[in-house]
């Protein structure tokens, strides 16, 4: 296993921490403690904490100050008053315990840690393992299974801490990233692109194609809203007709990842179709995006997944992808309809004439 503490060449970083399997929601709830355990499994059994090229680190908290841009304090006091109390709910499926405002902070912090790291160079990319999640929750609202937004939290400190000046951030979560999507609405330094069943079929109910942005962000959020049943086929179209090129024209300096391993088939909250050899497709392209544009720097943050095989699996493709091993192969298998195909044609057609129009 990696030293937490020593810089090693050509490294991905794996953030996690204990208290982040201490959070738990409610009895019986998807997104468990479970997920995590599983994940560390299947990475551990494949052997690659044996290996120079990824290093387990432990996460550390942070200063309320790097979170008070994307939290209002009083909302975060509540999380905290809620816990220190023992539990309390925020919403029917939103709920804390008494571990959930510090694993929150670690979380957070460990976003910013995992970026810090990648831009210093003590490491090539990072996978930041952690619970809670965070791409649904508000400025001061926790909403779907999540409390701080820890991807907008970390790209906001390297727009003002870091000196980078383009961040892309690609959610490919089942769920449309409603929180992080409305931290950057306005911003033409940040550009967001969402994959993710249509909010037609599946909530939060947003994140829709003609959400671009506003003002000087217009054009800069981007939402490509997948028929049910989306599968490899059509993420693949996405990548090469929408994403890529818009890459290209944006070059960002770094790539910042909400991974929803929910898109898969088998996912149970979920109505999509990638399989886990997508699910690896999609990362290989994200790191191709990367190692083009900026170095090969990416750090990526666990979002939804709950199905624990799909969770397992694609965790440790990912961290296979992001560290240059060979990727394991698994045989299971889903075929998209010709009608959710050709609705996602039509759908990246428009957006090919609309957003991309803007930048190119």
Do not use: W
């Not at 019986?28 to 997920?35: D, L, N, Q, T, V």
């Not at 220190?84 to 029917?92: A, D, N, P, S, W």
């Not at 400025?139 to 727009?159: E, M, S, W």
């Not at 979002?303 to 965790?315: H, K, Q």
């Amino acid at each position: 296993m990696g030293d937490p503490d020593g810089v090693i060449a050509m490294t991905t970083d794996i953030v996690f921490h204990e208290l982040f399997t201490k959070h738990v929601l409610q009895l019986g709830h998807p997104e468990s403690p479970e997920r995590l355990i599983t994940a560390l499994k299947y990475i551990r059994e494949a052997g690659l904490f044996d290996t120079d090229s990824v290093n387990l680190v432990t996460a550390e908290s942070t200063n309320l100050n790097a979170i008070h841009p994307l939290h209002h304090q009083s909302y975060l006091e509540q999380i905290r008053e809620k816990s220190e109390k023992g539990g309390g709910f925020f919403t029917l499926d939103t709920s804390v315990n008494e571990y959930t405002y510090e694993a929150a902070l670690l979380a957070a912090g460990g976003g910013i840690m995992a970026v810090d790291r990648v831009v210093e160079g003590l490491s090539t990319n990072a996978y930041v393992l952690c619970r809670p999640p965070g791409h649904h929750a508000e400025t001061a609202r926790a909403f779907g299974f999540c409390f701080i937004n820890n991807i907008a939290v970390a790209a906001h400190h390297l727009t003002s801490e870091c000196g980078v000046e383009r961040v892309l951030i690609l959610d490919y979560d089942a769920h449309h990233g409603n929180g992080t999507q409305n931290a950057f609405y306005d911003r033409d330094d940040v550009l967001y692109i969402g994959m993710h069943q249509d909010g037609r079929t599946l909530f939060p109910g947003s994140g829709f194609p003609d959400e671009i942005g506003s003002g000087k962000g217009r054009g800069y959020n981007v939402n490509l809203a997948m028929y049910p049943g989306a599968g490899d086929v059509s993420y693949h179209l996405a990548f090469e007709e929408v994403i890529e090129p818009l890459a290209d024209s944006f070059v960002p300096d770094i790539v910042l990842v909400s991974a929803g391993f929910d898109a898969h088939f088998e996912d149970p909250l979920t109505n999509l179709g990638l399989t886990t050899a997508g699910l690896a497709m999609i990362n290989s392209k994200v790191k191709n995006i990367a190692d083009k544009h900026s170095k090969g720097k990416i750090v990526t943050f666990l979002e939804g997944g709950y199905n624990l095989t799909a969770m397992g699996r694609g965790s440790l493709n990912l961290v296979e992808v992001m560290s240059g091993s060979n990727v394991t192969q698994f045989n299971d298998s889903h075929k998209e309809s010709n009608t959710c195909t050709e609705y996602n044609e039509k759908l990246i057609e428009v957006l090919k004439g609309s957003i991309l129009d803007m930048h190119l």
